[in-house]
């Protein structure tokens, strides 16, 4: 599937999970102290054993692909003791056994997020990821990886982690790292440690399209990529409407209200910069009800393939009514496009889209708008938009 795929020109990326690990094989008995779930770096008990479910020794797989047993040591905190059938964080003790540095400062240290989370600083583990990684790539013929929790993870283990992967399948192996915060300095600070050698998801964004959404007309549409990755650190941003893990009824719920939705697709497929991703759920649809946002999305997949092209050319200049103008390439042949957006009433604004384009007539692609737009002598067009709507306006 994968060789089938990448003949397509389709990348394959692994989504990577070495944070935790459940389910073990069968428990062991070791020392812990369970901490503050508030504030890891606070222990509320004494030391005491626990048995818990650390051994791994994949009967089934039988040593074929790897001969690495995991225990107890291998891990910096689980969260069950089987022993008493009580749920809690418990910090494994043992000899150079805390929680990891380099990860998110939330909760006083959010090195443990569920199950036996790994230790990223004990030699054995970082020996068999580094092996595992390196093999996955190579038997799968990857083209990158999506890492993670890597907000749980000492970074310094991810940089090299990275490293090894890439001397072995080459420097433009892909990744990106799922740092789930809203914060960008905490999302800068990361980058500048694992020196720009992953993009990360543009979780800033997501939340400032949550906020437009909620807040409709009283939201200030000229703030929208505020304090995004997008906006500062363009390179490293995959940007996002909604995932698996915004949706309803998910732990980090925070979804896109369903009107802002072709808005907030039409910024990451039609803006320059960013890798956008595509949420299945808002395409196909989630819990088997179809999606309502199919159609646009088909819309702006199709203005992006054609029309999406060239400098981009920012208007974030009212509070109800913004957009960007694309200016369009000479490799694709009438390319370039405007997009407005509005959140409140009807809006027009006057752009400039070239002295090179006078005389042209252009038409809103979406079919939102009948009226046509002749380009006069000096360039201007005025371009509308329906209130609570988009426009992308395409040279006919
Ligand atoms: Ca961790």
Known sequence: MIEELQTYNISVYLDAVMNHKSWGDYTEKFTVRQVNPANRNETTSEPFEIQGWTGYNFPGRNKKYSDFEWHWYHFSGTDYNDATKQSGIFQIQGENKNWSEGVDSENGNYDFLLGNDLDLNHP??????????????????????????????????VKQFLAAIRTD??????????????????????????????????????????????????YDMQRLLDNTLIQTIPNCAVTFVDNHDSQKGSSLESLVQDWF???????????????????????????????????????????????????????????????????????????????????DRDGEKI??????????????????????????ESGNGKFLVKGKNIAVWIKE
């Not at 595992?132 to 190579?138: D, Q």
Request: overall charge negative; charged content about 25%; proline content about 3%.
């Open 124 to 157: 054995e583990v970082i020996a068999e990821l580094n092996r595992w990684g390196i093999w996955v790539s190579k038997e799968l013929n990857l083209d990158g990886m999506r890492l993670d929790a890597v907000k749980h993870m000492n970074d310094v283990f």
């Open 169 to 218: 399948k080459g420097a433009e192996f892909y990744a990106v790292g799922e740092y789930w915060s809203g914060d960008l300095d905490s999302l800068n600070k990361y980058l500048d440690t694992l020196e720009h050698s992953i993009d990360l998801f543009d979780v800033p964004l997501h939340y400032q399209l949550f906020a437009a959404s909620q807040q409709g007309g009283e």
């Open 261 to 343: 939705k072709p808005h907030a697709y039409a910024i990451i497929l039609l803006m320059e910069r960013g890798y956008p991703c595509l949420f299945y759920g808002d395409y196909y649809g989630t819990n088997g009800e179809k999606s309502p946002h199919r159609l646009i999305i088909d819309i702006l997949l199709e203005i992006r393939k054609k029309y999406a092209y060239g400098e981009q050319i920012d208007y974030f200049d009212h509070p109800t009514t913004v957009g960007f103008v694309r200016k369009g390439d000479k490799e694709h042949i009438g390319s370039g496009l405007c997009l407005l957006m509005s959140n």
């Open 351 to 376: 752009i400039n889209i070239g002295i090179e384009h006078k005389g042209e007539t252009w038409y809103e692609f979406t079919n939102n708008i009948k009226d046509k737009v002749i380009i006069d």
